[in-house]
């Protein structure tokens, strides 16, 4: 079984200004990476990202980058259990897994479909566990996304400190 998933939401905003609050570090900081962006996804850059729920920044390398269209990331695979799961621990891999977001305009530019599917992690218990994670992350960063674009708040404030 190959192990991938996608997660979507709707965005009450137009496509630029939902791609920009992805691509901007500034404002990916403000929303989604808890503890810090450094660097604008553009194709060819390696960036840093850091979460709170997951000490220590790591390096995403872009891929390649379609204004207002896509964004194609590559980062580090984990196995297994979240750190912040009682009892669990993740332990790194020797692989990358590939994250492909997909920004779509509706109502006339109105609105933005934004789509993320996360693919190629091995075929394994560990792997099982942190793609199921994985899928939870993306899709608390639609949510907080669709928060902070419509309406200027953090929704992951406070949420892992």
């Known amino acids: ?20 609050a992805v691509a901007d570090p500034d404002q990916l900081s403000h929303y ?7 660097g604008r996804l553009e194709t060819g850059a390696t960036v840093m990202w850091d979460f709170h729920d997951f000490p220590g920044a790591f390096p995403v390398e872009v891929v390649e980058v379609v204004p207002d269209e896509t964004i194609i990331l590559k980062w580090q695979a984990n196995e297994g259990e979240p750190p912040n799961v009682e009892g669990g621990e993740m332990t790194g891999s020797d692989y990358k897994t590939t994250v492909t977001m997909k920004f779509s305009p509706l109502d006339d530019g109105a ?3 934004v789509e993320i599917a996360e693919e190629g992690w091995r075929e ?3 792997a099982l566990k942190a793609s199921y994670g994985n899928c939870m992350g993306w899709s608390q960063m639609l949510c907080a996304l669709k928060m902070w674009v419509e309406h200027r708040i953090n929704l992951r404030d406070g949420m892992y400190v």
């Open 124 to 126: 394994n218990e560990g």
């Open 1 to 20: 079984m190959e192990l991938k998933f996608r997660v979507a939401a709707r965005i009450a905003r137009p496509v630029h200004e939902v791609f920009e």
């Open 32 to 38: 989604f990476t808890t503890g810090g962006a450094k």
């Open 111 to 113: 609105r933005t479909m």
